[in-house]
């Protein structure tokens, strides 16, 4: 498909289990940022990857929370010990990195249920 | 913190009829990208329309418009005959030149009744 697509589009899990969620980018978007959006809320920033590396983990909100892209290209947040106040939906989006403007396009989102 | 304030969280229109949803944001910088990005149950958010802050003539996309205050950090959006398919959460959003991460305001979810 042409958009950025994300896996699983539903997940529950039990507290203190552990869940992977992928995202794949649109292809040929080097720039890839995960979201999580509570109940209610506004998308808040988790992390960004310029191609393979994460250029900005600064909303990651403990060391719970980690994510990799090895190859530049697919990315997978990883939740350890997970807790039911990790309950919301998980948005990914990427970008064709131009000089400037970044205009991210989102996917679906994973709405995680940590019961 | 750099906020994005939305101070309605619902509005609604008749179908045909003009909208303004309101959005006022904080930022230090005097680089920096505004958006307004539409979500419909589906989930998947859509940008609807950006504004570049260097830029003083308002952003328009076929029925939406912005008014952009900068002074006021005042960033509206106007929706011009609206339709039955506009009916979504609508969130404002700040991004900066060389900062990759969007700040999001809380949302207004607008209904647009036939």
């Known amino acids: 498909g042409a958009g950025v697509s994300q896996t699983p589009s539903n997940k529950v899990t039990e507290k203190g289990k552990y869940v992977e969620l992928r995202c794949d980018p649109i292809s040929g978007h080097t720039a890839l940022y995960w979201y999580r959006q509570s109940l209610g809320q506004g998308p808040e920033f988790l992390i960004y990857?310029?191609?393979?590396?994460?250029?900005?983990d600064s909303g990651l909100p403990n060391d719970r929370f980690f994510a990799v892209r090895p190859e530049g290209s697919v990315s997978t947040l990883k939740i350890q010990r997970t807790e039911r106040g990790d309950s919301a939906v998980y948005l990914c989006a990427s970008s064709r990195r131009t000089s400037d403007f970044n205009e991210q396009f989102f996917g679906p989102g994973t709405r995680l249920t940590v019961l | 913190a750099q906020t994005v304030t939305q101070s309605q969280p619902e509005m609604s229109v008749q179908e045909a009829e003009t909208v303004t949803l309101s959005c006022t944001y904080d930022t230090s910088e005097s680089d920096y990208y505004l958006f307004w990005y539409k979500q419909p149950p589906s989930r998947q958010m859509i940008l609807v329309i950006r504004q570049e802050a260097y830029k003083q003539q308002n952003a328009t996309e076929n029925r939406f418009s912005v008014n952009f205050q900068k002074a006021a950090k005042s960033f509206s959006l106007k929706i011009s005959d609206s339709q039955l398919g506009d009916a979504a959460m609508y969130f404002c959003a700040r991004g900066q030149g060389g900062s990759e991460k969007l700040v999001f305001g809380k949302g207004t979810k607008l209904t647009v009744n036939p």
């Open positions: 990857f310029q191609g393979t590396g994460a250029a900005d």
